[in-house]
Nanobody, 126 residues
Framework: QVQVVESGGGVVQAGGSLRLSCTASGLTFDDVNVGWFRQAPGKEREGVASISSGGSTGYADSVKGRFTVSQDNAWSTLHLQMNSLKPEDTAVYYC????????????????????WGQGTQVTVSS
């Protein structure tokens, strides 16, 4: 059974930084496609950043140059480094994974993910 757990959310002022982490039991990140997604109140869930099983990364246009997705050397933890945060980045952030064969861009689609964490709240104050 796969279980995905996120951590690292919180409250930060605009311009600040946060680092989210994601671990998963039942799979290792080196043979799956993984991604970070977010959902703000009243909005649909959207892809933020992804890493394909081949190691390619993908980013939503709204976070390019500010967010960086990475995995640790043991392929056991996924990170999302978020810099220059804006109030519009406020949302619940989710980590997700799938064993499907996808490109990094395809892995930005929430409908392609099979395993989801419970989410962690990120609030950016102005």
């Amino acid at each position: 059974q796969v279980q995905v757990v996120e951590s690292g959310g919180g409250v930060v002022q605009a311009g600040g930084s946060l680092r989210l982490s994601c671990t998963a039991s039942g799979l290792t990140f080196d043979d799956v496609n993984v991604g970070w997604f977010r959902q703000a109140p009243g909005k649909e869930r959207e892809g933020v950043a992804s890493i394909s099983s081949g190691g390619s990364t993908g980013y939503a246009d709204s976070v390019k140059g500010r967010f960086t997705v990475s995995q640790d050397n043991a392929w056991s933890t996924l990170h999302l480094q978020m810099n220059s945060l804006k109030p519009e980045d406020t949302a619940v952030y989710y980590c997700a994974a799938t064993r499907r064969g996808l490109t990094a861009l395809q892995a930005l689609s929430p409908s392609q993910m099979d395993y989801w964490g419970q989410g962690t709240q990120v609030t950016v104050s102005s």
